[in-house]
Protein backbone atom coordinates (compact mmCIF):
# COMPACT_ATOMS: atom_id res chain seq x y z
CA UNK A 1 0.00 0.00 0.00
CA UNK A 2 2.73 2.23 0.91
CA UNK A 3 4.47 1.69 -2.52
CA UNK A 4 1.51 2.64 -4.54
CA UNK A 5 1.21 5.70 -2.32
CA UNK A 6 4.51 6.88 -2.81
CA UNK A 7 4.33 6.52 -6.44
CA UNK A 8 0.58 7.84 -6.82
CA UNK A 9 2.47 11.47 -4.85
CA UNK A 10 5.58 10.92 -7.22
CA UNK A 11 3.20 10.57 -10.53
CA UNK A 12 1.09 13.35 -8.96
CA UNK A 13 4.16 16.27 -7.72
CA UNK A 14 5.66 14.83 -11.41
CA UNK A 15 2.00 16.44 -12.92
CA UNK A 16 2.17 19.28 -10.62
CA UNK A 17 5.46 20.56 -12.09
CA UNK A 18 4.66 19.72 -15.62
CA UNK A 19 1.62 21.76 -15.30
CA UNK A 20 2.74 24.80 -13.15
CA UNK A 21 6.17 24.94 -15.79
CA UNK A 22 3.42 24.91 -18.12
CA UNK A 23 1.28 27.65 -17.33
CA UNK A 24 3.48 29.94 -14.40
CA UNK A 25 1.27 32.70 -14.77
CA UNK A 26 -1.35 30.77 -12.94
CA UNK A 27 -1.66 29.93 -9.64
CA UNK A 28 -2.56 25.98 -8.77
CA UNK A 29 -4.86 25.86 -6.42
CA UNK A 30 -5.35 21.82 -4.68
CA UNK A 31 -8.12 21.41 -2.08
CA UNK A 32 -9.34 18.22 -0.08
CA UNK A 33 -12.42 16.74 0.86
CA UNK A 34 -13.38 13.84 3.03
CA UNK A 35 -16.16 12.20 0.96
CA UNK A 36 -17.16 9.51 3.68
CA UNK A 37 -17.54 11.88 5.97
CA UNK A 38 -20.16 13.65 3.69
CA UNK A 39 -21.29 10.36 2.72
CA UNK A 40 -22.13 9.31 6.54
CA UNK A 41 -23.51 13.18 6.88
CA UNK A 42 -26.25 12.31 3.88
CA UNK A 43 -29.81 12.12 4.99
CA UNK A 44 -30.16 8.92 3.01
CA UNK A 45 -27.62 7.30 4.09
CA UNK A 46 -29.75 5.76 7.12
CA UNK A 47 -32.05 4.31 4.77
CA UNK A 48 -29.22 3.00 2.62
CA UNK A 49 -27.67 1.09 6.01
CA UNK A 50 -30.87 -0.15 7.14
CA UNK A 51 -31.45 -1.82 3.30
CA UNK A 52 -28.05 -3.26 3.00
CA UNK A 53 -28.32 -4.35 6.90
CA UNK A 54 -31.52 -6.08 5.81
CA UNK A 55 -30.01 -7.78 2.55
CA UNK A 56 -26.93 -9.04 4.67
CA UNK A 57 -29.09 -10.29 7.40
CA UNK A 58 -30.90 -12.60 4.70
CA UNK A 59 -28.02 -13.80 3.42
CA UNK A 60 -26.47 -14.63 7.29
CA UNK A 61 -29.77 -16.76 7.67
CA UNK A 62 -29.08 -18.31 3.93
CA UNK A 63 -25.87 -19.35 4.98
CA UNK A 64 -26.91 -20.21 8.68
CA UNK A 65 -29.57 -22.56 7.57
CA UNK A 66 -26.87 -24.25 5.36
CA UNK A 67 -24.78 -24.69 8.29
CA UNK A 68 -27.20 -26.09 10.13
CA UNK A 69 -28.09 -28.59 7.14
CA UNK A 70 -24.54 -29.96 6.97
CA UNK A 71 -24.21 -30.12 10.73
CA UNK A 72 -27.31 -32.30 10.55
CA UNK A 73 -25.82 -34.38 8.08
CA UNK A 74 -22.38 -34.86 10.15
CA UNK A 75 -24.53 -35.59 13.16
CA UNK A 76 -26.63 -38.26 11.31
CA UNK A 77 -23.90 -39.51 9.65
CA UNK A 78 -21.27 -39.64 13.12
CA UNK A 79 -24.78 -42.16 14.67
CA UNK A 80 -24.18 -44.68 11.57
CA UNK A 81 -20.57 -44.42 10.28
CA UNK A 82 -20.06 -47.29 12.49
CA UNK A 83 -22.82 -49.70 11.03
CA UNK A 84 -23.05 -49.01 7.41
CA UNK A 85 -20.69 -50.76 4.85
CA UNK A 86 -18.22 -49.18 3.77
CA UNK A 87 -19.56 -48.00 0.05
CA UNK A 88 -22.17 -46.22 2.10
CA UNK A 89 -19.38 -44.53 3.86
CA UNK A 90 -18.00 -43.26 1.36
CA UNK A 91 -20.70 -41.89 -0.60
CA UNK A 92 -22.17 -40.33 2.89
CA UNK A 93 -18.78 -38.72 2.84
CA UNK A 94 -19.06 -37.49 -0.77
CA UNK A 95 -22.18 -36.06 0.60
CA UNK A 96 -21.11 -34.28 2.67
CA UNK A 97 -17.90 -32.72 0.81
CA UNK A 98 -20.00 -31.77 -1.33
CA UNK A 99 -22.33 -30.35 1.52
CA UNK A 100 -19.34 -28.55 2.50
CA UNK A 101 -18.13 -27.22 -1.09
CA UNK A 102 -22.01 -25.85 -1.61
CA UNK A 103 -21.90 -23.76 1.50
CA UNK A 104 -18.20 -22.68 0.96
CA UNK A 105 -19.55 -21.39 -2.42
CA UNK A 106 -22.71 -19.92 -1.13
CA UNK A 107 -20.78 -18.18 1.56
CA UNK A 108 -18.55 -16.61 -1.09
CA UNK A 109 -21.52 -15.45 -3.34
CA UNK A 110 -23.32 -13.85 -0.60
CA UNK A 111 -20.28 -11.95 0.20
CA UNK A 112 -20.06 -10.67 -3.01
CA UNK A 113 -23.73 -10.20 -3.20
CA UNK A 114 -23.64 -8.02 -0.15
CA UNK A 115 -20.55 -5.94 -1.79
CA UNK A 116 -22.86 -5.48 -5.16
CA UNK A 117 -25.45 -4.25 -3.42
CA UNK A 118 -23.93 -2.55 -1.29
CA UNK A 119 -22.51 -0.61 -4.81
CA UNK A 120 -25.85 -0.03 -5.95
CA UNK A 121 -26.95 1.54 -3.13
CA UNK A 122 -24.08 3.56 -2.58
CA UNK A 123 -23.50 4.28 -6.35
CA UNK A 124 -26.28 7.21 -6.71
CA UNK A 125 -24.88 9.20 -3.21
CA UNK A 126 -21.14 9.25 -5.00
CA UNK A 127 -22.11 10.32 -7.81
CA UNK A 128 -24.22 13.40 -6.12
CA UNK A 129 -21.01 13.73 -4.19
CA UNK A 130 -18.92 13.53 -6.97
CA UNK A 131 -21.24 16.08 -8.68
CA UNK A 132 -20.89 18.65 -5.88
CA UNK A 133 -17.15 18.60 -5.11
CA UNK A 134 -16.66 19.42 -9.06
CA UNK A 135 -19.13 22.03 -8.92
CA UNK A 136 -17.40 23.32 -5.59
CA UNK A 137 -13.95 23.21 -7.55
CA UNK A 138 -15.07 25.48 -10.29
CA UNK A 139 -16.44 27.72 -7.67
CA UNK A 140 -13.09 28.07 -6.42
CA UNK A 141 -11.05 27.65 -9.23
CA UNK A 142 -9.27 24.33 -7.38
CA UNK A 143 -7.32 22.93 -10.32
CA UNK A 144 -7.13 19.67 -8.34
CA UNK A 145 -8.70 18.07 -5.28
CA UNK A 146 -7.55 15.51 -3.24
CA UNK A 147 -9.37 12.68 -1.13
CA UNK A 148 -8.43 12.69 2.50
CA UNK A 149 -7.40 9.36 3.27
CA UNK A 150 -7.15 5.94 0.93
CA UNK A 151 -10.10 3.22 0.54
CA UNK A 152 -8.34 1.72 2.94
CA UNK A 153 -8.93 4.48 5.52
CA UNK A 154 -4.59 5.75 5.69
CA UNK A 155 -4.62 9.16 5.91
CA UNK A 156 -3.30 11.45 3.05
CA UNK A 157 -3.71 14.50 4.15
CA UNK A 158 -1.06 14.69 6.78
CA UNK A 159 -1.00 18.36 7.34
CA UNK A 160 -2.20 21.63 6.66
CA UNK A 161 -2.19 24.74 8.17
CA UNK A 162 -4.89 26.64 10.22
CA UNK A 163 -5.17 29.18 6.90
CA UNK A 164 -4.53 26.30 4.24
CA UNK A 165 -7.50 24.22 5.45
CA UNK A 166 -9.87 27.06 6.23
CA UNK A 167 -9.50 27.86 2.59
CA UNK A 168 -8.89 24.68 0.74
CA UNK A 169 -10.72 21.59 2.68
CA UNK A 170 -13.99 22.06 0.62
CA UNK A 171 -15.93 18.96 2.64
CA UNK A 172 -18.22 21.48 4.37
CA UNK A 173 -18.77 23.30 1.54
CA UNK A 174 -19.57 20.07 -0.51
CA UNK A 175 -22.00 19.08 2.07
CA UNK A 176 -23.52 22.58 1.78
CA UNK A 177 -23.76 22.06 -1.51
CA UNK A 178 -25.81 18.79 -1.54
CA UNK A 179 -28.13 20.58 1.10
CA UNK A 180 -26.43 18.85 4.17
Known sequence: ????????????????????????????????????????????MKA?????????????LEIEQKELELQNAVNVYEQKKDVISAAAKAAEEEKLQKM???LNEATRTAQQEIQSKRNELLGPLQTQIGEAISTVAEQRGLSYVLNTTTSSGDVIILYASQKYSSEFNITDAVMVQLGI
Not at 18 to 26: E, F, I, P, V
Not at 48 to 60: G, P, Y
Open 100 to 102: SND
Open 48 to 60: VQQRLQNFADRKS
Open 1 to 44: MLKKFSIGLGLLFTLLLTTNTSTQAQELKIGYVNPQAVLNRMPE
